[in-house]
């Protein structure tokens, strides 16, 4: 994998680690740097008496630092990077004892888990497991008996009397759910009371969570006779999951995909990485995930522009976008560009369309253009050569920044759209891709090289 200012600051949690990565990028602040084939290490003098030991495997940007810091990458791995993206002087040699051991536990780790992959699954007991489904079955129905009978209440007492009610409230009817085996029922729970607190439309946001949630329960009673994708999607709304292991053990689609977004949301100890593909040849959206808790790297390090020969395997449902990856190789070739753009009524026609097949779909991702980023009121908006707008997220912190990278031109923008906002996530502007992400780093815009 090359190495350039530009990449690391896509790995990079925010613009302040990013930042405070460039400010530790000086060779004199390091007591030692090296390299071999597989990685690059430093040892970085901090506060302590002991500097903090950096490690960074070059292929697929694993990393390791004993500082403390909660954010990861930390700034220390970042400035690592820079001096060696900047051509600092790494010297050839035998990795260093913690080095050593870093990799020898990589190493004995993917042993573990290729050991597991290719070893049969202990065979299953059918009537066993049946007795678990229908157990888990019967709790499922009970939680749903409880979660009707609440919402009827609320329905009964009115939203704004919803709207009165503590935290405990909703904590408790989540907990329920939870109790039923029903986790996904919980999670819309625990949505309904980020809504009916939101200070833009929590009345028709909250109706909206409620008419939501009635036609799922009514969906999963007659599940029977649901088509199947929809059928699976209302199981995996509830909360029911597939093993991935079974996923990739199913034939996907082969194409060459290139990373076209990618957003990062932290809560609590636990962080979530989205990264949003497009295929080549299919055009077929997919949609990664990737989960790491506190200190804990992510496990993918897919980079924004970078094309990757893979088979994605989509979970199955109506209108699937998630998808796992089998064996992404990196292709030399950078495409940069984002294809299949609509402009402002084809984005509407589009939410109309998928929403007759997946009624649940929250946020539907799409590429708007050609549009241009125009400041309306106190409302940044997206321009089509029509004239129509298109309101952009009110929690956007880039719009000065997006509006000067374009200087007014017509642009490609990737993001999501829930029939109210458009959230961009990543603008095409002369054959570069930016992140908005962390657009607010003017001196690169973020962009992918």
């Not at 990739?248 to 989205?274: F, K, M």
């Not at 299949?340 to 998928?354: K, Q």
Request: with cysteine; hydrophobic share 45%; net charge neutral.
């Amino acid at each position: 994998m090359e190495w350039s200012r530009e990449r690391i600051e896509q790995l990079a949690p925010d613009a302040a680690s990013s930042k405070a990565g460039l400010g530790l990028a000086k060779p004199a602040g390091w007591r030692t740097l090296g390299r071999s084939d597989q990685v690059i290490w430093g040892e970085c003098q901090g506060s302590g008496a002991n500097p903090y030991q950096v490690r960074v495997a070059l292929a697929d940007a694993g990393y390791r630092c004993t500082c403390p810091s909660r954010k990861q990458p930390c700034k220390h791995t970042l400035a690592l990077l820079y001096l060696y993206a900047g051509g600092a002087s790494f010297p050839n040699g035998a990795p260093p004892a913690f080095v050593e051991e870093w990799l020898a536990n990589r190493a004995k780790r993917a042993d573990a888990k290729a050991t597991r992959e290719s070893q049969p699954s202990a065979p299953v007991d059918p009537e066993a497991q049946a007795r678990r489904q229908d157990k888990r079955e019967s709790r499922i129905v009970l939680g749903l008996e409880q979660l009707q009978a609440w919402m009827s209440d609320i329905m009964t007492q009115g939203l704004a009397n919803a709207r009165t009610q503590p935290p405990t409230y909703w904590a408790q009817m989540a907990s329920r759910l939870v109790d039923a085996q029903a986790p996904g029922l919980a999670n819309r729970v625990r949505d309904m009371a980020t809504a009916v607190h939101s200070e833009a439309r929590w009345s028709d946001r909250m109706l909206g969570a409620l008419a939501r949630m009635q036609l799922l329960l009514d969906a999963y009673r007659s599940i029977e006779s649901l088509p199947a994708p929809l059928a699976a999607e209302v199981r995996s709304l509830v909360g029911w999951t597939q093993k991935q292991e079974e996923l990739l053990a199913q034939p996907g689609i082969q194409d060459h995909w290139q990373v076209i977004g990618r957003r990062r949301i932290s809560e609590d100890t636990l962080r979530v990485q989205s990264t949003w593909l497009q295929g080549a040849a299919s055009h077929r959206l997919a949609l990664v995930l990737d989960f790491a808790v506190e200190r804990q790297a992510f496990s993918s390090a897919l980079m924004l522009g970078q094309v990757y020969a893979a088979e994605a395997v989509f979970f199955p449902g109506a209108r699937p976008y998630r998808a796992l990856l089998k064996n992404p190789v990196p292709m030399t070739g950078h495409s940069l560009q984002l294809t299949r753009a609509v402009d402002v009524a084809g984005l509407e026609s589009g939410l109309a369309t998928a929403l007759a097949e997946n009624p649940w779909l929250e946020r539907w991702p799409a590429v708007v253009g050609p549009v241009t980023a125009a400041a309306i009121g106190d409302r940044w908006v997206l321009q089509d050569h029509q004239g129509r707008h298109l309101p952009m997220a009110r929690s956007l912190q880039h719009g000065w920044s997006l509006a000067a990278l374009t200087g007014g031109d017509s642009v490609n923008v990737f993001g999501e759209w829930d029939g109210f906002e458009f959230e961009p996530i990543t603008v095409q502007y002369n054959a570069m891709l930016y992140s908005l992400e962390q657009i607010e780093a003017m001196t690169v815009l973020a962009k992918a090289v």
